[in-house]
């Protein structure tokens, strides 16, 4: 079975919140980072605005004439949890 220890990551060393894992040998292990660093939402922004950038330059949205409309109309296709049709 999987177990989920809480740790903070500091570059290379985990310092364990609650008690460690009691391992006698070197066991792998996959990390989860629960806070993105400001770097990597920079990051993630710039790669957002570069491909919105290629869309606009193909026209990929040029047919759309009322935003708001199409938007209303996209929404309105698929039921929402707990709403009454």
């Not at 957002?48 to 209303?72: H, K």
Request: proline residues 9%; hydrophobic residues 45%; charged residues 25%.
């Amino acid at each position: 079975m999987l177990r989920t220890y809480k740790a903070i990551l500091h570059g290379d060393h985990v310092e364990w919140l609650d008690r460690p894992p009691e391992q006698t040998q070197p066991v792998p292990v996959h990390i989860t980072l629960l806070a993105e660093t400001p770097l990597a939402a920079r990051e993630r922004g710039r790669v957002m605005a570069e491909a919105l950038a290629a869309l606009a330059s193909r026209g990929a949205f040029a047919a759309i004439t009322d935003p708001v409309a199409w938007q209303r109309e996209v929404r309105h296709e698929r039921p929402l949890p707990a709403r009454e049709r």
